[in-house]
């Protein structure tokens, strides 16, 4: 299986690429951001892109893949809407409308939340922009999309968020995680779970659209 990754240096990006590079049924990995993840791999190619509005300049290189694993967001804390749109929904519809003309048999992966608004109408803009993402790419061409709506997320093996309140709650907490694990445990996956259930799902597809954490879980 050939896999485009974007949001590669992110905590959820990060887990996801290491499971590609270790998954033998994954060939090869195209990974595509604003800088280099700094693993040195022979599956894995990495183009730096500045442009995430405008993506026709790498219209060459995407061709030919079977899935894409879109592990790109930011926080929307401090954030306006209009602000939050442009990182979520913009950069988001700018790669896939393009893979989805180029490659009509991909399966798209995308990292939503929890608590994602559907119905785009909700109080909460961050879960409104996020259901008009979702919306709008399960309207695009693909083989197959899937919105996988994580809530708490375990890092594991050493990878860590970029944003530094995370970083400091996941310290606190990584005491409490077995305890937490135990008590709630559908509330609570890993960057591991996701890797392995992104990779399993382009492979086998999902009776679902939409995952939450135990769907996710449990793949």
């Known amino acids: 299986m050939d896999v485009i990754l974007f949001g590669a240096t992110g905590m959820v990006g990060q887990g996801v690429l290491r499971e590609c590079l270790l998954d033998p049924d994954v060939d090869r990995i195209l990974s595509i951001g604003r800088g280099l993840t700094g693993q040195s791999n022979r599956k894995l190619r990495e183009i730096v892109h500045t442009d995430f509005l405008d993506f026709s300049p790498l219209r060459n ?56 608004d559907s119905t785009e109408r909700g109080r909460t803009m961050w879960a409104r922009v996020k259901g008009k993402t979702e919306n709008a790419l399960l309207r695009l061409p693909f083989k197959a999309a899937y919105m996988f709506r994580p809530g708490v997320i375990q890092p594991l093996h050493g990878i860590e968020s970029r944003t530094r309140l995370y970083r400091i709650g996941y310290v606190v907490a990584a005491p409490l995680m077995p305890l937490l694990k135990a008590l709630f445990p559908n509330a609570i996956t890993t960057t591991e779970q996701i890797g392995r259930a992104m990779i399993r799902i382009a492979w086998e597809g999902a009776a679902k659209t939409v995952l939450e954490n135990p769907d996710i879980n449990r793949v």
């Open 61 to 116: 290189e995407l061709t030919g893949y079977d899935a894409c694993f879109f592990c790109l967001g930011v926080t929307s804390a401090g954030m306006s809407e209009e602000q939050y749109n442009r990182v979520t929904y913009e950069y988001t519809m700018a790669a896939a409308r393009l893979l989805a003309e180029l490659n009509p048999g991909m399966t798209f992966i995308y990292v939503s939340g929890q608590g994602t």
